[in-house]
Nanobody, 125 residues
Framework: QVQLVESGGGLVQAGGSLRLSCAVS????????TGWVRQPPGEEREFVAA????????SYADSVKGRFSISRDNAKNTVYLQMNNLKTEDTAVYYC??????????????????WGQGTQVTVSS
């Protein structure tokens, strides 16, 4: 059974940076596309970024392009989200997510089938 555990969230001032990590248990990590989805207060979940199982392709929401970077280390079964130049509107619970690499990646957050518990990111002004 695959489990996702996020870490690295916290409180940061606008303009600052954070790096989120997602540790993936199980032996199938190399067969999973992975990504990050966030849920701002009082809003629905929204896609942030995704990366293919071999790390060869990435996809980003327009709102984070140029500021966020997703990466993965298949040797460590870990996915990362580097967040720079954070804005107050980036405040949300960030979820790590995954799906089997049967098809490609997209910006559809509902395509993910495996979810972590989430980590809070709060950006103050």
């Amino acid at each position: 059974q695959v489990q996702l555990v996020e870490s690295g969230g916290g409180l940061v001032q606008a303009g600052g940076s954070l790096r989120l990590s997602c540790a993936v248990s199980g032996r199938t990590f190399s067969m999973l596309h992975t990504g990050w989805v966030r849920q701002p207060p009082g809003e629905e979940r929204e896609f942030v970024a995704a990366i293919t199982s071999n790390g060869g392709r990435t996809s980003y929401a327009d709102s984070v392009k140029g500021r966020f970077s997703i990466s993965r280390d298949n040797a460590k079964n870990t996915v990362y989200l580097q967040m720079n130049n954070l804005k107050t509107e980036d405040t949300a619970v960030y979820y790590c997510a995954a799906k089997p690499n049967i098809y490609g990646i997209s910006t559809d957050s509902t395509s993910f089938t495996i979810w972590g518990q989430g980590t809070q990111v709060t950006v103050s002004s």
